[in-house]
C-alpha cells in the first residue's frame, strides 16, 4: 500500500520515457489533508543537486501539499537551466492541483550531470499524465516509478490504533545520507503539528538512514520526507508515533541494505561499551567504510585485525590492547589479541553480525553495511556507459 | 643497489620461511657509520603493530645502528608475546652486531593476528643468518625480502655531488600512511645532524608518502626510516638535501602507486586554486577515497558527476558551482556545470590526470590514486585464506 495506506493521500506513477526501458519514472504524492504539514531531511552533500536546492525553500514553512518525483536523472550540476527544471516542474504540478508551486516538493534520481530540454519536457509531460492519474491505490506504482537500481520497490507501512504510517524508498547504493541515491517518502495521516512532525523526522532518521552506510558515498539528491495529512483525526501520544516512525525506518534502511548494489553480505555493525554514543557511530563508521574489512566479509574472511586497522584511525575513546571482536557469535579477537581460530566462523550466511566491544564505556550503536564485491565494482564501473 | 647505494652501509636479505614460497622475507640493514643517526615516522594508526611500538622507543634518541624487517607476518595484534617478539628480534640483532639493542629498529608486515612461537623463532633465524651474510651489494636482496603481494621490489637511488641517497620500499595496497603495509628504508651518506635528518624526512614524506592514498585504508605496521652514516664526509646543502630526499621519495611513492593491489588505473589528482593547502588536500584525499569514482575510471567512464559529489563531502572553501574539472586534458566540467562531452576524455592509458580547479585561492596538492577494480577485491577477498 505504501504511501496511500494512510487516509488523505494519493500517488501516481507514470511512464515519461526518462528510462530506457519503458517503465515507471515519475512519481507524484498529493495531501489531500485536512492537515498540509510536511518535514524533511537532505543530503549533508555540500553538492547539492537542484532539486534539492528547491525543494529546501519548499519546506522553509512546513507546508507541503504534493511531491514529484523522477527516475532517470538526477538533474544535479545542470546549472541555472537546471534549477529552472526543478522550479517549473513544481509550477506545472502547483497549476494542474490549483495550489501554490511554493508548496510543492521536488525529487530526481539517476546520473549527474543529466537535466536538459528533453528531461525537462519529459518530467512536465510526466507531472501532467501523473496528476490525471492519482488514486487513493496510487502507491505501489509510485514506489516502482522512483526505483533506478533497485531490483525490488521497497515500501513498508506501520499501523496502529486509528493511524497509519505509510512509505516508499529507493535506493541501492552510495547509502549514506546522503549519494545514486536514496529518496524516502512517508506518509501519515496521525494529526500532527509541523513542529511535532520535524521532530519526529530527524530522530527517526539519525537512528536508521543515518546508520546505514553502504559505500561510504553521500549522495547529491538525497530526501527523506514525512507528509502528514492528519485525516485520522487522531492525536498519537508522540513516543507511540516516534516510536513507530522509528520502526518504519528501520524496515526500510533494512531493505536498502537488503538490495545495495552488488553486495552478497548485508553486515550489522553494533558497537558496545563505548564512550560516547559519538563514539561508537564513529567506530562503526570507519568499520563500514574500510574496503579491506568489506572484501574480506565478500571472501568469507572473519579477518578481525581489519577491524582494529579501522578502529585505529578514528578519535574514539578506546585501547587498541582492550578490545574485544565477535563474528557471527565466535569471538576472535578478546584484549586486542587472538581468541578463537578465524576458522570457526561461518560467514556464509548472508545476514553478517559484528559485535565490537570498545571496553570505554556504555553506550551503543548500530550501523548497517554491505560488502565490497566483483558487482559492485562491475554495477558502478558500468553505471554510466 | 637500494640501500647500499650510500657508503657505510651493508645488507642482507635470507629466507626464513615466513613465506610459504620459500623467498628471502628477512632483511637486515646496518649502519657502518661514522654517523649513527636515525629518522623515523611512524603509521598515524593508533592500533600500532609491536614493531611500530618498539621502534618508536627505539627511534627516542635519533641513535640508531640497524633495522631488522621481516614479511610474511605482522606482529600485530599479538599481545604482549608480541612485544616480546620484536624486543627478542632487536636483542638478537645487537647481541650479533655487538651494539646496543635500544639501537635497532624493527619492522614486519603481513597478515594482523600473525606472530606466535613458530614465527618467533624464523625470524630470530632469519635475523642470524642475514647478519652473517650482510654485504656491501646486500640492497637488491634486501629489498626483496620486504615484499608482500608487491610484484617487483622497488629501489631508488639519487645521486649528488659526493653524496647518495638510496632506499628500498614495499607496499602494494593499504597505502595512506599508514595499512598491509608501507616500508620504506632510506639511507644516506650524506653527512647530516640528527636534528637535520628529522626535518628532512618529515618534510619530504609529507608531500610524498602521505600524498598517496591507494585504497584510504591504514596499516598498523607503517614505518619509513631514514639512516645517515655521514660516510662520505660531505655535509650538503640542506636545500639540496631536501629537495634530492623528495625526489627519492616521489619516486617511490610511484614506483608502490603503480603496484598496488589490482590496479588498472594509476590516478594522479591534482587540485588546483585551493583557498590553503590543507584544503587541497582535503579535497584530493575526498576524490581519492570515493568508490563510485574508482570504480567510474576502471569503467572508463569519466564521470564528473562523482567528482563533484566527494569534494562536496569535504569542509574545504569552495562553491560547488565555480568548480573545473578536467580529466586526460578534456574539461569535462566548468563552473559546476557540463562542458565538453565526456565521450572525448580517453581513459585507456593507465596513467590518469584529474585536475580540479577550485577558484578559491591559489594553493594546490597532488594526491596519488588507483582505480577500484575486480582484482582489488579478489585480492584483498583472498588475500588471507
Redesign the interface.
Known amino acids: 500500500m505504501s504511501v496511500t495506506a494512510p487516509q488523505g493521500f494519493e500517488a501516481a506513477g507514470v511512464a515519461a520515457g526518462l528510462k530506457s526501458t519503458g517503465r515507471p519514472d515519475v512519481a507524484v504524492v498529493v495531501n489531500r489533508g485536512p492537515r498540509k504539514v510536511g518535514a524533511a531531511v537532505f543530503t549533508s ?4 543537486a537542484n532539486p534539492i536546492l528547491w525543494s529546501q525553500q519548499v519546506i522553509a514553512d512546513r507546508i507541503v501539499e504534493a511531491i514529484v518525483l523522477n527516475s532517470g536523472g ?1 538533474n ?4 541555472s537551466f ?1 534549477f529552472q527544471t526543478s522550479h517549473l516542474t513544481a509550477e506545472k504540478a502547483a497549476e494542474l492541483l490549483e495550489v501554490s508551486a511554493g508548496d510543492i516538493l521536488v525529487c530526481s534520481t539517476g ?3 543529466t537535466g536538459d530540454e528533453v528531461f525537462r519536457g519529459k518530467v512536465l509531460d510526466g507531472v501532467e499524465r501523473g496528476i490525471a492519474s492519482l488514486s487513493a491505490d496510487g502507491g505501489q506504482v509510485a514506489a516502482e516509478a522512483i526505483m533506478t537500481t533497485d531490483t525490488v520497490s521497497k515500501t513498508a507501512v506501520v499501523a496502529r490504533d486509528g493511524w497509519t504510517i505509510g512509505a516508499m524508498a529507493k535506493g541501492a ?2 547509502l549514506a545520507p546522503g ?2 541515491t536514496m529518496l524516502v517518502v512517508i506518509t501519515t495521516d496521525a494529526d500532527l503539528e509541523a513542529s511535532e512532525a520535524d521532530a519526529a523526522l530527524r530522530r527517526a532518521t539519525s537512528v536508521s538512514f543515518d546508520r546505514l552506510d553502504s ?6 539528491n538525497d530526501q527523506v520526507t514525512l507528509l502528514v495529512s492528519g485525516a485520522s483525526g487522531i492525536r498519537p501520544d508522540l513516543d507511540d508515533f516516534d516510536a513507530a516512525l522509528a520502526e518504519l525506518c528501520l524496515e526500510l534502511a533494512r531493505k536498502l541494505q537488503g538490495d545495495a548494489e552488488g553486495a552478497s553480505h548485508d553486515i550489522t555493525i553494533e558497537v558496545v561499551n563505548a564512550a560516547t554514543e559519538v563514539d561508537a557511530v564513529e567506530v562503526g563508521r570507519s568499520v563500514a ?4 574489512f568489506k ?2 566479509i ?4 572473519p ?4 577491524v ?7 578519535r574514539a575513546e578506546f585501547d ?2 582492550a578490545v574485544d571482536v565477535t563474528m557471527n557469535g565466535i569471538r576472535v ?1 578478546s ?4 581468541d578463537r581460530p ?1 576458522e570457526e566462523v561461518d560467514l556464509t550466511p548472508r545476514a553478517t553480525h559484528l559485535l565490537i566491544d570498545l571496553k570505554a564505556g556504555s553506550a551503543t550503536a548500530t550501523i548497517l553495511t554491505n560488502d ?3 558487482d ?3 554495477e ?6
Open positions: 552533500n555540500r553538492a547539492k538526477a544535479c550540476f545542470t546549472g537546471g546520473l549527474i550531470g547504493g552510495m549519494l545514486a559505500d561510504g558515498c553521500m549522495s547529491t567504510r574500510n574496503n579491506l572484501a574480506a565478500f571472501g568469507n574472511d579477518n578481525w585485525g581489519r582494529l586497522a579501522a578502529i585505529g584511525t578514528t587498541p590492547y579477537c584484549d586486542g589479541g587472538p578465524r565490497l564485491t566483483h559492485y565494482v562491475h558502478n564501473s558500468a553505471y554510466a556507459s
